[in-house]
């Protein structure tokens, strides 16, 4: 079997255990449209100058914790499990070049984050109006596939920090709920104070959240290409990335 | 070329010698040296912390040796290509399928991971799961689990498996229907290395034992042999009236005083039993409850593993 079909098949499975898994399901479908609503209600609706609506403003900070909840939090999360209760090692006894795995892994984040726009996108133009400029897909599509990308390689190689299936959702959260607090996902960046947000702006979240908002920026003309976030991005992602193909372990920590 | 015409056919599937595994001053692996033949079923018997799971995961490659000579299908598994796993299959002893999946979902995945794979139906089939093809594994009980393992490591077609400890917890009949499995595998020609504590597993499945205590081999051969190498005897016993007089002394008998019972350890049950009945003819001794038992293995490995426990 050539590579590119290995990949596929081990794709086709991968997605087919995220759909069936209820936290990973909950986390990232329905949680983030909860979001889309409690905020919609919270901060309200209003219609801006040029006539678009307040709510899109809040989908890149709903999309980037969709993203982050299927990449990051779910791989460290199932993997860790998956490590713990020797499914990798299983694995790692077949020929399955292991970066087939990996690779599939990474790509599953990045149809998930696809499908989830269109959804949250939809949903957001049909009941909240959202606005969605047809000039920034392109940017948008990049954003979404490096980001998920990135952020499926950092969640590979948080796998290695954590020692057990029973400590996977602490650190995991841990790590991940104040970074959304300083990055402006759940708070708009201009309410929290600038040394915060500046902390923020080590992290990746944050400038994912920051690349999103160009492609929903209802005041923008013409395409956006944030560079500076992707390059942030990108370069966290290529850490974890080494991080996770140099100390992955395929076998149970006891 | 060999000039012995045998040697075409008998192949050694795996070769160890001298192999050492160390974790600073504990020897978990003390010098073992082993060959398995193509087409045999091996067991490697030994009481837990024995160093068998040690052996058999340096066997799949999953372990770095300290030192020795390794060779697995003609490879050293530390040094092997991925194509080389093609023809081997691991029923780990602890490893659980993804719960996400059914049971021919987990088959049909794991086997697309390998270039010749057995039909995925037929392995299911094989080992009994076809009626539950359909469930998620998170719904089998352990004994179908066990099952879905098997059936995983044979998916690949492997010429050569890896079984450890394969029925550790099972209850009495999921244990016979595991060696039920085990043994169809000899019947369709795999080589099989099985890690057991349980002497009659090894002793109904097993061509050859191994036995392996504190890290070293204490005795190879056929449940026969090992036997022999004890020098194991055979139990003559009855239970002796009080009014009955004593059997001559050159008869070795003894009496147990927990239970009353007349017994006489022997290497050559023949010529004892036909000494004693000969007496007791005489005397007019009946002999209530004689029995004749030959040593079972468990009796043999007692033996062989007394002061290699740790």
Known sequence: ?254 | MANDPLEAFVTTAIGVRDLKMHYGDFAAVDGIDLEVTTGEILAFLGSNGAGKTTTIEILEGFRKRTSGEVEVLGVDPERAPLSWREQIGIVLQESEPVPELTAGEAVRMQAAYYENPRNPEETLELVGLTSSADHRTRKLSGGQKRRLDLALALVGDPELVFLDEPTTGFDPTARRESWGMIEALRDIGKTVLLTTHYMDEAEHLSDRIVVIGAGKILARGTAEELADQVNAQTRISWKPDAADPRPPDRLGARVDPSNGQAQIDTKDSLVSLHELTNWATEMGVSLPELNVARPTLEDVYLQLTEGHER
Do not use: C
């Open chain 1, 1 to 254: 079997m050539s590579a590119f079909r290995r990949v596929l098949h081990q794709l086709k499975f991968d997605l087919l255990i995220f759909r069936r898994n209820p936290a990973a399901t909950f986390f990232t479908v329905v949680l983030p449209l909860i979001f889309l609503v409690l905020f919609t209600s919270i901060f309200g609706n209003n219609t801006l100058d040029n006539g678009a609506k307040v709510s899109t403003l809040y989908v890149p900070g709903i999309l980037t914790l969709a993203i982050v909840s299927a990449t990051t939090v779910n791989l460290a999360i199932t993997m860790t499990t998956r490590r713990e209760r020797g499914m990798l090692k299983r694995t790692r006894g077949t020929p399955i070049p292991p970066w087939v795995f990996i690779l599939s892994q990474m790509l599953a984040g990045a149809v998930i984050a696809v499908a989830m726009t269109v959804i949250i996108s939809v949903i957001g133009r049909v009941v909240y109006g959202v606005s969605l400029q047809f000039e920034t897909l392109p940017s948008l599509a990049i954003s979404l596939v490096l980001g998920a990308m990135s952020f499926a390689a950092l969640g590979l190689a948080m796998t290695v920090i954590i020692s057990s299936e029973d400590a996977a959702p602490a650190v995991t959260n841990a790590i991940m709920l104040p970074l959304y607090f300083i990055s402006g996902v759940f708070l708009p960046s201009d309410q929290v104070p600038d040394w915060v947000s500046r902390i923020g702006d080590l992290f990746p979240v944050s400038h994912m959240n920051m690349a999103l908002q160009e492609s929903y920026n209802p005041f923008a003309d013409g395409a956006a290409w944030p560079w500076d976030h992707w390059l942030v991005v990108l370069g966290w992602g290529l850490f974890g990335a080494v991080v996770a193909l140099k100390f992955f372990r395929w076998t149970p920590n006891r």
